[in-house]
């Protein structure tokens, strides 16, 4: 009998835990770093406006010595000297009491050799899924979010086995979270050529409460030519450039579905930066065309190849905006500076796409690129569109 009891109860948190599988999801992400920023881009979590988004994952922590959960700059994250990102991300749930705050492991910077290590060692996996669960518990977020960048991709990676690594690294972080009601998803690739080698669909799908799907970095400055960092269809351009013509959401996200991902699960991405260059001969301006290297950078993201939304509203509104129709994305050009950014329009094709296809919402990367602070019209300009997947 209490053994009945202990799986009934258990039944009925784990089916807790699926039905905050529902439509409408804005998951949005939190760059904790960004509180670095000078002047107008300097951004915390006081900056957010928590009726914005159903779920906030905090980015990021990475993996410690023996699986452990790594704090990747405490002064941001937990000591009581600074801005306490953790306890205030979670404080946001007074605002919006229906907001779930999930903390978020991984990311470009962390690299995909920990992860690979960890994946492939059994203990280790599980000691990584317990220090989760007690890290969740200590902080009070409501679920999990892996970003291994990417299962078989990059150094110390391992492309013959990370595919199945990722999937049992996925099934003991459910084995421990989802019987205690915690949230478990992920950030996967959108790129066709990289999802086949590194995700596993259907044994994904079965695991993971939410498939985040990153279809943007398509193309960018660390490629040799000019081209948008998240377009929604392809250019007929693409067509005599062998797989671009798969770098496009449309392409990602059908191939998730085709695949045997449930609609309702995922979250299609987009980000609030966009991605420029430094164009090899100024009347040479389509896709393709030749570049010198990354756009100039600009004095929020301080980072040559990337222009924050913000950036660009507040300082570049004259240089010449182009509409894609194909693509159904803008770029605009100054001289010799080229940038594919998102605007109100873009996201709108993007989130009508999502709804069309019965996604469960959208994802973006991330507040602090939105004009957040509203100096170009009202205050998130970007982010209000996605409200209509509601
Ligand atoms: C690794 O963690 C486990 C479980 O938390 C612990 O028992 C073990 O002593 C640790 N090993 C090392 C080398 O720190
Ligand atoms: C994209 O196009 C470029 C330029 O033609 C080509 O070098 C590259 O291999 C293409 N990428 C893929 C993934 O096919």
Redesign the pocket.
Known sequence: MKQLMLTSSLFVLICSSISAVSGGNVFCYFASWTTYRPGNGKFDVSNIDPSLCTHISFAFVGVGENATVRIIDPWESNEDYGPKGFEHLVGLKQQNPNLKVLLSMGGWNEGSSKFSQVARNPELRKRLALNVLAFLKQWKFDGFDLDWEYPGFRDGSNPAIDRDDYTALMSDLRDVLAPEGYILSGAVSGAI?RIEISYDIPALNKLMDYINIMVYDFHGSFDP?VGHVSPLYASSLDSS????VT?NVASGIQYWLDNGADPSKINLGIVTYGRSFTLADESKTEL?APIQGGGKEGPYTRQEGILGYNEICELHSDWTYVWDDEQKVPHRISGNQWVGYEDVRSITYKTDYAISKNLGGMMVWAFDNDDFRGICGDKYPLMNVLQKIR
Not at 241 to 244: M, T, V
């Open positions: 050529n030519y450039h062998g797989d671009n770098y393709y």
